[in-house]
């Protein structure tokens, strides 16, 4: 499985921005996609899931009621899209796009089995 994600960049705080990632090579079981992010000198966070099918989603509360997750899953295409609205310069991160056979497994890094390269998204105050 193949992660490519896009859509990062720098924008004001206030902004809005979207991140996509697209599967390649995936599985044929059901899995959670979502999104990790890695500031600077801190650790790498969950920032939100979803199901295979869309109908579940989880957000860290830091994000909660401004970033928003969906899944466009089917036969041939798998895209994974983060609408991150009212951005916030602690926002600042690279955003990694992951892969795990289960939303409770893609709350923790040691849950994810793939990986996305990152994209960089960078709030100015």
């Known amino acids: 499985v193949q992660l490519q994600a896009s859509g990062g960049g720098l924008v004001q705080a206030g902004s809005s921005l979207t991140l996509s990632c697209a599967a390649s090579?995936?599985?044929?079981?059901?899995?959670?996609m979502g999104w990790f992010r890695q500031a600077p000198g801190k650790e790498r966070e969950f920032v939100a899931a979803?199901?295979?099918?869309?109908?579940?989603?989880?957000?860290a509360d830091a994000v909660k009621g401004r970033l928003t997750i969906s899944r466009d899953y089917a036969k041939d295409k798998d895209t994974v899209s983060l609408q991150m609205n009212s951005l916030k310069p602690e926002d600042t991160a690279t955003y990694y796009c992951?892969?795990?056979?289960?939303?409770?497994?893609?709350?923790?890094?040691?849950?994810?089995?793939?990986w996305g390269q990152g994209t960089q998204v960078t709030v100015s105050s």
């Open positions: 979803i199901s295979w099918n869309g109908v579940s989603t989880d957000y």
């Open positions: 992951a892969q795990a056979p289960t939303m409770r497994e893609l709350r923790v890094p040691n849950g994810v089995d793939y």
């Open positions: 090579g995936r599985t044929f079981s059901p899995n959670a």
